[in-house]
């Protein structure tokens, strides 16, 4: 019989078989993409452990994901100004415009470096090693409560209920009271529920990857509109130091607000998807 701690065992091993591959090496010279790996496997084992946090030791619980949300929040720091210089360089490039692409690669690589710094000082450094070491021991014996020996099937759905009922919760409050802030929030639970589905669907079959694919999917349009609306924040604290190219700036953060506002509005028809999906997931609707 396939149990739910060995299951989750399987995946926190992954996850920090992930974190630690991508957080190695001389922090100034971290890539986006490494920096991103590396926030990406934290926050999906901050994911598990609240998503199954019924059959973890609760103190030891408790303890770990505040050291991974602190270093979660260095990762992030550089993550989001990694985004910025993404979306902002290519609307650069497709305006053609050498000196506005200049510009924010020069202000953008400057802002980056600065975040770097504490991330620099973080790592290698006491709390920073003590973080491994309780990743690596998590990855090595997790310490799962009796409960964590049920059949992983039954286990799997009645813990995924939460954070479905979560999402339902925060979608129907953002589709009352629209904005990036009720959105994001929206995100953050539809990453939850992808996160546990993923998990469930090699046990559960197909229905179960359904559903992550139709959580993906929301939050890849819900990713797009916080980007979208990060990077016309970014340009607007700019424009007024911008000399020459205030009104290239400006220009630039209008068509962010216009593609944050499109995205904000077309949200739904992505959330319903993943309703559905849930339905046929059979995961319980209490």
């Known amino acids: 019989m396939v149990d739910l701690a060995g299951v989750l065992h ?20 971290r890539s986006a993409d490494e920096v991103h790996d590396a926030r990406v496997a934290l926050r999906r084992i ?12 609760p103190r030891w619980r408790a303890q770990i ?12 720091g550089v993550r989001d100004c990694d985004v910025v210089t993404a979306r902002l360089l290519a609307d650069a490039e497709r305006a053609e415009d050498s ?30 090693r003590a973080l491994i ?23 799997l759905l009645a813990h995924l209920e939460r954070p479905w009922c979560d999402l339902r919760a925060g979608a129907r409050a953002a589709r009352a009271a629209p904005g990036p802030d009720a959105l994001h929030r929206v995100r953050i639970r539809t990453k939850q529920l992808r996160d546990g589905a993923t ?30 609306d990060a990077a016309a924040r970014w340009l607007d604290a700019q424009v007024a130091d911008a000399a020459g190219l205030s009104a290239e700036l400006a220009d630039m953060a209008a068509r962010e607000r216009a593609t944050s506002a499109s995205l904000q509005a077309s949200w739904w028809p992505r959330y319903e998807l993943v309703a559905r999906a849930r339905k046929r997931s059979h995961i319980a609707c209490p």
């Open 133 to 155: 070491d309780a990743l690596e021991e998590m990855a090595s014996c997790p310490p799962l409560r009796a409960g964590a020996r049920r059949a992983a099937g039954p286990a």
């Open 65 to 76: 994901r505040t050291e991974i949300s602190w270093y979660e929040s260095l990762l992030g």
């Open 199 to 228: 998990v469930a669907a090699p046990i559960l079959g197909p229905a179960l990857t359904d559903l992550a694919q139709a959580c993906t999917a929301l939050q890849g349009h819900l990713g797009r509109c916080r980007d979208a």
């Open 46 to 57: 901050r994911s598990q452990l609240r998503t199954f946090r019924s059959v973890f030791d």
């Open 99 to 128: 000196r506005v692409a200049a510009a924010i690669t020069s202000l953008l690589a400057l802002e980056r470096a600065a975040r770097l710094r504490p991330l620099g000082d973080a790592y290698g450094a006491p709390r920073h």
């Open 10 to 29: 399987a995946e926190l091993a992954t996850c920090v078989a992930s974190f630690t591959g991508s957080d190695a090496g001389p922090v100034a010279q």
